[in-house]
């Protein structure tokens, strides 16, 4: 689901120094999936490196001191402690020069970590980079501990061509026979509204779609917009309804502070303003959640994309829903006719494709490389405690 007043914003890190920028780029990349055997054992390999790491007694944590933690700092005990901390995760190879000294070397492999840690790679130790850095070796195995149990749950029988999405990793991937064909970022749930761990099948796409508000939304979100703007409606192009298939009603005639989210039904047309861009991915579940387009593009640039009701919305979508539709004779071209005639149309699959939804705060990446991702619904800290 997503946010019908939502409005595309400047990411001031979008261009040159959008996050992907920074994430490995001179390493090949990989067609492994992260599901599966292929995601399994390196997996496997990073918790076996970790557990050394734990045995040699881990790293020392770094001190925030007064001074901007940055290129160019002279500091004595901070930035070797930095040193050794990115060395021991291999995001800093040893090498001379005065250890003494914030290098343009140890920017780069600040960079490297930060990105692999889902932080902007600004190559500056901020709040959230230091916190990130003196996580102890002995949480970070728990981690990928905790992540493998995740993993291994959906080892086998995931069949042929699939969708994968890492809820906390922020990206889908779409396999066919074992390799990764695409990869796309995507937007989450907020905290408040989070994206569910869940497993089903793709059934059909909705092209053009309607946007029917659900009850929860229009009385977080719609109503209290309405009361503050009678012309809210109209600019977002929505009508209202007396419920599933009731007649139509005038929001003028309405007074909007006598009524709750279950008096009437909201739905918004399609076109340019509407919550699900051009496409709706639909698959059974008990959420009301899919995978959907979103009229704000700018928020696929920010290293945190927690912004959703709870739904998907994929970064160039529509090359996905090529994919999904390539075995029934469609290809790019036919989906871009089809969205720009504005006609509403749904298509369903003849075959159905499964999707996982899973919740992994650690995994091993395309280029090998291990990543780590904020708990940002607290999942795995409750885990922790049981």
Same mark, same amino acid.
């Given at each position: ?12 890190? #979008? ?7 920074? $994430? ?14 292929? +995601? ?7 918790? @076996? ?11 020392? @944590?770094? &001190?925030? +001191?007064?001074?901007?933690?940055? #290129? %160019? ?38 960079? !490297? ?17 230091? $916190?990130?850095?003196? *996580? ?41 026979? %074992? ?17 569910? #761990? ?10 053009? &779609?309607?946007?029917? *508000?659900?009850?929860?939304?229009? $009385? ?7 009361? !503050?703007?009678?012309?809210?409606? !109209? ?9 599933? +298939? ?14 709750? +989210? ?8 399609? %076109?340019?303003?509407?919550?699900? %861009? ?5 698959? &059974?579940?008990?959420?009301? *959640?899919?995978?959907?387009?979103? &009229? ?7 290293? *945190? !994309? ?81």
């Amino acid at each position: 689901m997503d946010d019908p007043w939502a409005v595309d914003w400047i990411d001031p890190w #979008e261009a040159p120094r959008r996050i992907e920028d920074f $994430e490995n780029a001179s390493a090949p990349a990989s067609d492994a999936p992260t599901l599966g055997d292929a +995601g399994y054992w390196p997996l496997l390999r990073a918790i @076996s490196m970790y557990r050394n790491i734990v045995e040699w007694g881990g790293w020392d @944590s770094i &001190p925030a +001191g007064e001074e901007r933690f940055e #290129e %160019g700092l002279v500091d004595e005990v901070r930035v070797p402690l930095l040193r050794k901390r990115l060395i021991a995760t291999g995001d800093l190879e040893s090498s001379g020069g005065n250890p003494t000294v914030f290098d343009a070397q140890l920017t780069q492999a600040l960079q !490297r970590f930060q990105a692999r840690n889902g932080l902007l790679p600004d190559g500056v130790v901020g709040r959230r980079t230091l $916190e990130a850095l003196n *996580v102890s070796a002995k949480a970070r195995l728990a981690l990928l501990e905790r992540n493998l149990k995740r993993i291994n749950k959906l080892k086998l029988n995931l069949g042929e061509r699939y969708i994968f999405v890492n809820i906390a990793g922020q990206k889908l991937e779409a396999v066919a026979n %074992g390799r990764v064909e695409r990869r796309h970022r995507v937007v989450i749930g907020k905290v408040d509204r989070q994206t569910p #761990e869940y497993t089903s099948k793709i059934t059909f796409l909705a092209f053009n &779609p309607y946007w029917h *508000v659900p009850q929860s939304i229009a $009385e977080k979100d719609i109503l209290p917009q309405v009361r !503050r703007d009678p012309s809210y409606l !109209r600019r977002l192009n929505m009508k209202v309804y007396r419920g599933y +298939g009731g007649s139509e009603v005038n929001p003028s005639t309405v007074n909007w502070n006598q009524v709750n +989210g279950r008096t009437f039904l909201f739905r918004q047309e399609p %076109g340019p303003r509407n919550s699900l %861009g051009t496409v709706k991915i639909h698959f &059974p579940n008990p959420h009301a *959640v899919y995978l959907h387009d979103t &009229p704000s593009k700018s928020l696929f640039g920010r290293s *945190v !994309r927690a912004n959703s009701s709870g739904c998907v919305r994929v970064e160039d979508v529509h090359d996905l829903t090529t994919w999904l539709l390539d075995a029934q004779g469609w290809d790019r071209s036919r989906v871009d006719a089809l969205v720009k005639s504005g006609q509403r149309k749904d298509i369903y699959l003849k075959k159905t494709v499964p999707v996982y939804m899973l919740y992994l705060t650690a995994w091993v990446d395309e280029h090998g490389v291990v990543n780590f991702r904020d708990d940002i619904y607290g999942r795995d800290s409750r885990r922790a405690s049981l």
